[in-house]
């Protein structure tokens, strides 16, 4: 049993490994998003600088490995063969549970992860510890028999409960507040109002960050002696008070010698914090499971019995200073690659950011309902207001000469807002962590982020009910993981009692399965986006993209057309199943680009208005050219689903030649948008005559075979409407092809 055991350990570390990558990708969100979203540097000087941040932080994570081994249940109670299940399905549950939500672009909480986990595992092994007439223990020198309580440590995991409830009202409220009244000092036009206050605020938000690197930093350092930590709770005030005078000091000397912002040093700053918080703070979410598990195997070697009970782990133990090293380079490294973790980080920029454009939620009765009563409350408060001072704040929220600064760099918000989010949420997770409340990074930064987005004004008539069906399926699916994680590891811990070393080979595989299959989807969904995005692309460039993006359509339409008839002929399910997901996913690019007009034509040169005008026609025509292929596909896909009869041997030679001479048309388009070349139109307009003509012979075709009987219903119905459809088909696109030819002219003119 020694080498079965020693090899759980080892997958234990493998799994750390992988947990270490998918917990970075997921909690990445907590401390790049204010630095990238601001744009307050280069993106590789924001990595540098949280690079640092979680290298430094790992090294002061040693006081928080004690959660894995016995903040959730009690160790003593638990026998090693027991214990090295539990620590199996909470590793195998967590990797797993955190892809899964990385996959889908959602960032969620590692610590209540790995809390609910390790409390499902243990209450699955007390159930069946206690079903099988539990064991006599000893409490308080007094022999019982064994109840749940005496497994669990409930009081903690309703301690986590609550701290996640207080946390998002909390940060959501504090946020929007502080936000509020920074805004009415600064204005968006800070440039022109920071150097009269900004030396105070740095103060007051460098002090903040300071203080929360020292309390969070220390207390879980192994090089900060025991008086040192007495020493600093003895004169918290002193270093505040210190700490405030300096920076705000030295902040007004760099103002006043040197050209640099200090806001954009404010969120540097607070970024490399943050990092170092995460990292600190949440390590143990990763590796502190495999950890524990190692001290219970070497605990076991010395007794020589895999019925030993567990009360090694009860003890302070002090972490391998290599382990969390090499657990830091592992996350930095995962910083700088992982593509999931932009993912999550796109999420809450999105939900945050300053400009309208493409959302990427749907909205929900409660959010119309909410808005609806907010705006009528709004207008209510502004008739009891002064007009004066109504005029006033709305001056003070004016965009418009923000806009102009920010054109070039074109960030999500801006650094006033970047730093009130550093800098609440430093406070926020610092009080809490003095008054020893358990608490999320995640759910502080990102409701941090969502309260300064909403009293920027950033959530708009134009996009509030989006952004807060974002937020609320954002948060629905923190409640929703702690009720996962807890059910999936109960279900495995239980599985893996039960199944022995069958079932951890057969988990094992199959959470390898899964991974591998997520990453696919993943990669998958990364390359079919994210080349056309509207923030990566420079004015000068617009031009170009449009029409990169009308000849890239015009290439998935025609390519999509042929297997939707290909797949149609053969009876091909599978094919068709396959194209209905594709025109799903070109019909949510062509309503991208629809959304993304306002933006693009703000780019175009403002003396030619004709230009933003044959734009917009050319995305119109798109999208109806989407519609006529999703009317084809749907109907074609549905038809062979239901097992109806196939196409006739004619039907079938008609649609072949239909499909030959549209992708012969298709070809001829796309060259024309490619070399700007619009002399070939007339040759254009010929072939589409044809194919016309030769539609509407297959019209008359398959009503001489209705009249004839040798068509059924269904097979008419279907064949007409493809019929139909690509006609219009046909129609729209000579009629975007002149609108891109009119765009292109009227910006050479």
């Known amino acids: 049993m020694d080498n079965f055991y020693l090899i759980l350990v080892g997958v234990l570390f493998i799994l750390a490994i992988s947990d270490l990558i998918v917990g970075v990708s997921n909690d990445a969100v907590n401390f790049l998003n204010s630095a990238l979203g601001s744009k307050a540097a280069p993106r590789y000087v924001i990595m540098i600088i949280a690079s640092l941040g979680v290298l430094i932080g790992a090294t002061f994570s040693n006081g928080m490995m004690e959660v894995a081994r016995k903040g959730i249940f009690h160790p003593e109670f638990f026998h090693f063969n027991e214990i090295m299940i539990l620590f199996m399905a909470v590793m195998l549950t967590d990797i797993l549970l955190l892809d899964m939500f990385n996959t889908l672009g959602l960032p969620t909480s590692t610590t209540v992860s790995i809390v609910f986990e390790l409390l499902g595992a243990a209450v699955g092994l007390s159930i069946i510890k206690m079903s099988g007439g539990g064991e006599t223990i000893v409490v308080n020198g007094i022999e019982k028999i064994a109840e749940m309580g005496d497994y669990i440590n409930t009081a903690k995991a309703l301690a986590i409960i609550s701290g996640i409830l207080m946390s998002v009202v909390v940060a959501f409220t504090i946020g929007s507040l502080i936000q509020y009244f920074t805004r009415l000092i600064f204005s968006f036009n800070f440039e022109r109002t920071y150097k009269y206050f900004g030396a105070i605020w740095g103060g007051i938000a460098i002090t903040a960050i300071t203080y929360f690197i020292v309390i969070k ?41 040197t050209k640099i912002n200090i806001f954009k040093l404010i969120v540097l700053v607070g970024t490399f914090a943050l990092a170092m918080a995460f990292a600190g703070n949440d390590l143990v979410n990763f590796i502190g499971v495999p950890l524990a598990g190692l001290k219970a195997f070497e605990t076991y070697q010395t007794a020589g019995a895999d019925d030993i009970l567990m009360t090694a782990l009860t003890g302070k133990t002090q972490t391998n200073t290599y382990y969390l090293i090499i657990a830091g380079l592992v996350m930095v490294i995962t910083l700088w690659l992982s593509k999931k973790a932009r993912t999550v980080t796109e999420t809450e920029l999105n939900l945050s950011r300053q400009n309208d454009g493409d959302e990427r939620f749907g909205s929900s009765v409660f959010a119309r309902l909410l808005v609806r009563n907010t705006v009528k409350l709004n207008n209510n408060i502004k008739k009891v207001l002064p007009a004066s001072a109504v005029t006033a704040i709305d001056k003070r929220f004016d965009q418009s000469a923000a806009k102009t600064m920010k054109a070039k760099t074109n960030p999500m918000f801006d650094l006033v807002r970047a730093s009130v989010n550093l800098t609440v949420a430093s406070i926020l997770i610092s009080f809490a962590t003095s008054l020893k409340l358990p608490l999320s990074t995640t759910y502080v930064t990102f409701m941090v982020a969502m309260g300064t987005s909403l009293a920027d004004r950033a959530w708009g008539r134009e996009s509030a009910v989006y952004r807060i069906t974002g937020v609320l399926t954002v948060i629905g699916g923190w409640f929703f993981t702690a009720f996962l994680a807890f059910s999936a590891a109960f279900l495995v811990a239980v599985i893996l009692y039960f199944g022995g070393k069958i079932a951890v080979v057969g988990l094992i595989l199959l959470a390898v399965l899964l991974l591998i299959k997520s990453h696919l989807y993943h990669k998958k969904k990364s390359n079919g986006k994210g080349k056309d995005d509207d923030d990566e692309v420079e004015d000068d460039n617009i031009v170009e993209k449009c029409t990169n993006s009308v000849k890239k359509g015009l290439e998935n339409i025609i390519d999509i057309y042929g297997k939707t008839i290909s797949g149609l002929t053969k009876d091909d399910r599978k094919k068709l199943k396959k194209v209905k997901a594709d025109v799903f996913e070109l019909n949510a690019d062509s309503k991208r680009l629809k959304a993304n007009v306002y933006n693009t034509i703000k780019k175009l040169r403002e003396d030619s208005i004709e230009t933003g005008h044959y734009y917009v026609q050319v995305i119109d025509y798109l999208r109806e050219i989407a519609h006529c292929l999703d009317f084809i596909a749907a109907p074609s896909f549905e038809h062979i689903d239901n097992n109806h009869k196939g196409l006739s041997e004619n039907q079938i030679d008609e649609l072949l030649k239909t499909k030959a001479n549209l992708i012969d048309l298709f070809k001829m388009v796309t060259v024309i948008i490619d070399k700007n070349d619009y002399n ?22 398959q009503i001489k075979r209705i009249k004839k009987e040798e068509s059924g219903t269904r097979n008419s119905i279907l064949y007409l409407g493809i019929i139909n459809e690509t006609k219009n088909l046909l129609l729209q696109t000579i009629n975007l092809l002149k609108s891109q030819r009119d765009f292109i002219m009227y910006n050479k003119k």
Not at 232 to 254: E, R, Y
Not at 680 to 701: A, G, S, T
Request: proline share 2%; glycine share 4%; charged share 20%.
């Open 217 to 257: 930093g220390a207390k879980g350092s192994s090089f900060v002696t025991k008086e040192s930590l007495e020493w600093i709770k003895d004169n918290t005030l002193i270093i505040i008070g210190a700490s405030f005078a300096i920076w705000a000091v030295l902040l007004q000397i760099i103002m006043l010698t």
């Open 680 to 701: 070939q139109i007339p040759d254009v307009i010929e072939k589409q005559q044809d194919i016309l003509y030769q539609l509407n012979q297959n019209r008359k075709n």
